[in-house]
């Protein structure tokens, strides 16, 4: 059974950085696709972030330009490097494979708020 285990969320400010990171286990996790998932107050959940196994990667508008996605295959890790932050991207993050829907283990996302 899949197992994800977010870390690195925090309060910051707008224009800061945050890199999260994801320690996945319980699958294959080098022939997986990954992705990064976050989920505002009020709002659904939406992909913001895809790396494949072989590291080609894709991105939402709306963090196109600030976000990095990446992955370590010998350690099972995937991360994101947020950078510029703004208000809107306040939510908890979430990584699973891609294409996860709720019917797909979670784990407990961690928390991002931008705030001045």
């Known amino acids: 059974q899949a197992q994800l285990v977010e870390s690195g969320g925090g309060l910051v400010q707008p224009g800061d950085s945050l890199r999260l990171s994801c320690a996945a286990s319980g699958f294959i996790f080098r022939t997986s696709a990954m992705g990064w998932y976050r989920q505002a107050p009020g709002k659904q959940r939406e992909l913001v972030a895809v790396i494949t196994r072989t590291g080609s990667t894709n991105y939402a508008d709306s963090v196109k330009g600030r976000f990095t996605i990446s992955r370590d295959n010998a350690k099972n890790w995937v991360y994101l490097q947020m950078n510029n932050l703004k208000h809107e991207d306040t939510a908890v993050y979430y990584c699973?494979?891609?294409?996860?829907?709720?019917?797909?283990?979670w784990g407990q996302g961690t928390k991002v708020t931008v705030s001045s």
């Open positions: 699973n494979v891609n294409g996860a829907t709720m019917t797909n283990n």
